[in-house]
């Protein structure tokens, strides 16, 4: 009997436990951060008389301030948190204004330095590339 392994007691029960399905947070969050601003800019540009690029920006701005709002909520509460690259991609669709507004009120993410330098890097690319788009005259 050297040389085999007896398996003890807690590893046959862990064992026997039906499997937990484990999803990443980035498909619980991502899935309605892409599809919210989605649906709020059909509605938007449907319902009132403002361009598709307006209604996305409103979109953007209000789904990024949503879940910066969800992630301070979810922090307090020890729950699983909405990652940092889906609320950095959330302003990187231009919704820097609701980030912004959600990090004040919600009193989230001002000091962590790291998150605060890309989320400026983000926003002043941002600026710059309406600024050039205004100069130029496309806007």
Do not use: C
Request: hydrophobic letters at 55%.
């Amino acid at each position: 009997m050297q040389g085999k392994h007896i398996p003890a007691q807690e590893s046959i029960i862990s064992f026997m436990r039906p499997a937990t399905i484990r999803i990443s947070a980035i498909k619980i969050y991502g899935i309605p951060a892409l599809l919210l601003p989605i649906l709020l800019t059909f509605v938007l540009h449907w319902q009132f008389p403002l361009g598709l690029l307006v209604s996305w920006i409103i979109s953007a701005n209000l789904t990024a301030f949503l879940f910066y709002g969800l992630d301070k909520l979810q922090a307090l509460h020890h729950h699983r948190r909405v990652p940092e690259n889906l609320l950095h991609g959330l302003v990187l669709a231009g919704g820097w204004v609701g980030g912004l507004g959600g990090m004040l009120l919600f009193n989230h993410k001002i000091r962590k330095g790291s998150f605060q330098r890309v989320f400026w890097t983000i926003t002043g690319v941002e600026m710059a590339a309406i600024w050039i788009l205004i100069w130029f005259g496309y806007v």
